[in-house]
Nanobody, 130 residues
């Protein structure tokens, strides 16, 4: 059973920072090669990809709207995926989800669509006020 649990959301003012964490079951990180992603969904909008990384190593990928402000990283020893968010803007307000899908490095070659991922966390809310 794959389980993902996000934490770290909260309310900040414009320009503030938050670091989201996604703790995963050992199955996900240690015994399988996975594409790992962060997504967000604002009320009335579709879920959109924010960042992605292959947990076996390799490049990171970001949506244009967050490039230069967000950083995705992973600590396989801790079975944890992170999203460091700096210079937050009101338009970053959303529920943030982490996701995983067993894959190859070649498959994990961009900010994939939500439909490409199998395993999801329950989400953590990020609210940025102006």
């Amino acid at each position: 059973q794959v389980k993902l649990v996000e934490s770290g959301g909260g309310s900040v003012q414009t320009g503030g920072s938050l670091r989201l964490s996604c703790a995963a079951s050992r199955y996900t990180y240690t015994y399988n090669s996975n594409c790992l992603g962060w997504f967000r969904q604002a009320p009335g909008k579709e879920r959109e990809g924010v960042a992605a990384v292959y947990n076996g190593g390799g490049p990171t990928y970001y949506a244009d709207s967050v490039k230069g402000r967000f950083t995705i990283s992973r600590d396989n020893a801790k079975n944890t995926l992170y999203l460091q968010m700096n210079n937050l803007k009101p338009e970053d307000t959303a529920m943030y989800y982490c996701a995983a899908i067993p894959s190859t490095l070649a498959y994990c070659s961009g900010v994939l669509a939500a439909a490409d991922f199998t395993y999801w966390g329950q989400g953590t809310q990020v609210t940025v006020s102006s």
